[in-house]
């Protein structure tokens, strides 16, 4: 064979048609396991149902028999012991075998139903589960002054509510049978690894080197309840939608028929800055959908129809949840101490260990110490040490604490030993691989890798990103060294779909960054993350960053991390997930008075502030685009990036904003991630963010490098409900300010001049952003009547017309207040 690229029917490589089968056979292998498993499941449901009917513990049965739905359930439970229904459990735990009963306790009410034989056993016990969460110590959670969220979960998990932020079923009655079996106050997302380690009898003391296999007798008693619990919970999550995240991220499940794109409304994006990852992708038609309650969900009448998640996804999910809180226990032994010296220190950015003691080349070291980086910050001193021993790593920590150099040096690293090897390439190939969410981003890690590499001879950094000639990234990628290139995921698969040599090319890779992880792995991304993947090379590196890891986004990470691979925190669990130096507070004012407020805003933080640098967020690209107009014309020296841009135009203003002060930046989330403007002063988020994730990492704009800095969310009396979702965190409701005549005044004639045409994309954009909520979307007139108020304060007369066919898409098409244009 002339050893040149293959190409195999459907336009395959040679390794994806390789995997492709692979895969196939896989399927084929477990469709048997996952037939029984469904069995199982249906059994446990049935056995459920039948205990919720009225008399159902009185009349409990001694079901023995050979066809009793218990005995059915125990043969099943018993088939999964044999072998081949290994992947049931996570293999980590050793040899399945009967235990030894542990001892036995009756739940208070008999409303615990036991699901083995009639016998009370702890293992399947919720409401034992539940005290023993109670019981375990909440470390920060009280101090936070968040305790009254669910006592014993708030510990694990105090950012989720999900009950209290329910909108429709949020007066359920919880203690009604029918739900009796959840318990009155659950944290489902964080529950259930933590509850089988307490089960275990493991709780929170650090695991031996045998974790959960040295956890005693009832282990297998407490794996069944486990799982038996995750169907329950998966059940209601399937009854009750989208507040139950975890079984809600299967929107995405493969085999899923939920497209991620072409689903735009018109002209207007029907999601803030689908917009920023749209481009990424050049294609027009995406858009992104988010997990947070406050997004486009399940419930949304414009998405497809669910389809549930596989059992033996699931099941896996039970395996990965018990793989992910053995890692939390030893990263939190590892980083335990590490963590209380930053703690201590008061959240001061650097460390005593110095660059040069990290084991990387000196070369390196040099062009650190030129940029000024002399000492590591707390993220650099636990995660390099790991990152260059050549493991898989997962790490969390808060905004603008250096996570950057903490993948660009190990990217280095990985290429100079790379170089070293492959020296009979004419090209060489990229070692080193880094994606992110946004162009700005990949723009500016590109400048820091070019300035951490500037004394290795050789080493080529470029960037992959939308908006620029397709070609012409072709020819520069050919033409100069690349050995590091930092991408956006839809460009990036556009040149592996259609250059096969830059495929070869991407064959020789030894790293993997995905910065934003949990935004990349969210379902908008994730389908273009899984083709990038599948077409890299299995032996590789692979580093995951993000400020935020939600626990769907644990799970999911699995993709494309190994799994021995380290998780390394460095806020912590139930700490506070935002730089404590920033000053968090929260404005309630009515949309007509949106505009004004911002402007009050801004001339307060000028007069205090001599250098301020202020970052203006709203909602959508159109929406930003009518506040700067405003802005401008009430004489504020403002700039605005936005999706909408050229890229060349959003370049340039982000430089600019990066290098002065004494200006404002109105952005949409193309800014939210990542991108670091030094030394912002406030970030104002007007309008409610996409979810929890968006408002922590906007915020993180400001206070970086462990500066002080303020924080101000904007919202309308109905975004309120968004203060549940981000209750844990230290915000300060305030009553806004007056707003004097003149002032009012001044700001209705700048809306005034703002031209129409661009009033009316707001209003567009508005309803197609708010619409993606679940939380108003499912109101349609309530959505029309909300929206036509937005107009009203942006100076719309009378709501603009929408074309029939978005109405449609949109499901607004005969909702009173909605016009509809001839
Ligand atoms: N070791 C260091 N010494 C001094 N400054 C550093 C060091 N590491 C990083 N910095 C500075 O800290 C700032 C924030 O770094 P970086 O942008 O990498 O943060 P981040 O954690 O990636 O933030 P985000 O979560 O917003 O992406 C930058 O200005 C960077 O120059």
Known sequence: ???????????????????????????????????????????????????????????APPAEGPTSSRAHIRALADRFRKPGAEDLWNEDDGPLRRAKRPSTSIPPGGQQRQLDSGKPRGGANWKDWEDLALEQPRPRMEAAGAGGKGPGLAAFNPKRDYRTVAPWWSHWNWNSPSLGFFGPKRCYSVMSPCTVNWQLGVGLRPLGAGGLAKAGNGREEAALALFNQERLYSVAARRFGRKWRPDSSDEDEEGASTPKRNLRFGKFGASSEEDS?????????????????????????????????????????????????????????????????????????????????????????????????VQTTVVQEAALPICLEGKDVLVKAKTGTGKSAAFLLPAIESVLNGMKRNTNHRVSPIFALILCPTRELAIQLTAEANVLSKYHEGIGVQSLIGGTRFK???????????????????????????????????MGLKLLVLDEADHLLDLGFRKDIEKIVDSLPRQRQTLLFSATIPKEVRRVSQLVLKRDHVFVDTVGLGAVETPTKVQQSCLVVPHELHCHMVHLLLREHIDHEVDYKVIVFCTTAMVTEFMYIMLRDLKLNVREIHSRKPQLYRTRISEEFRDSNRLILVTSDVSTRGVNYPDVTLVIQVGVPPDREHYIHRLGRTGREGKSGKGILLLAPWEEYFMNEIGDLPIEKHTAPDIDQEMKQKVDDSIKNVDMSIKEAAYHAWLG??????????????LADLANRFGASIGLEKPPAMYRKTALKMGLKDVPGIRIRK
């Open 277 to 373: 990852e749209i481009d990424e992708s050049g294609d027009t038609s995406t858009i992104r959908r988010r997990w947070s309650s406050a997004a486009l969900r399940n419930c949304d009448m414009k998405k497809e129809r669910r389809v549930l998640k596989s059992y033996e996804e699931e099941s896996n999910d039970l395996a990965g949840r018990i793989r992910e809180l053995r890692e939390e226990i030893k990263n939190r032994e590892v980083l335990g101490t590490e963590r209380r010296r930053y703690e201590s220190r008061g959240e001061s950015l650097l460390t005593s260990k110095r660059f040069e003691e990290c084991g990387i080349s000196p070369l390196t070291v040099k062009a650190l110490n030129d940029a000024g980086y």
């Open 472 to 506: 012409l990234d072709q020819r520069r990628l050919e033409s100069d060294p690349c050995q590091i290139l930092v991408a956006t995921p839809g460009r990036l698969l556009d040149h592996i779909e259609n250059k096969s040599s830059f495929s070869v090319r991407l």
């Open 769 to 782: 952003y708010y619409n993606s909520i679940a939380d108003i979307g499912r109101d349609k007139t309530m």
């Open 1 to 59: 064979m002339g050893g040149g690229p293959r190409t195999f029917p459907g336009g395959l490589s040679k390794w994806q048609y390789k995997r492709m089968h692979e895969k196939l056979a896989r399927q084929k292998q477990r469709g048997l396991i996952r037939h029984e498993k469904q069995l199982y499941l249906a059994r446990l449901r049935s056995e459920i149902r039948a205990s919720r009917l009225p008399g159902a513990d009185a009349a």
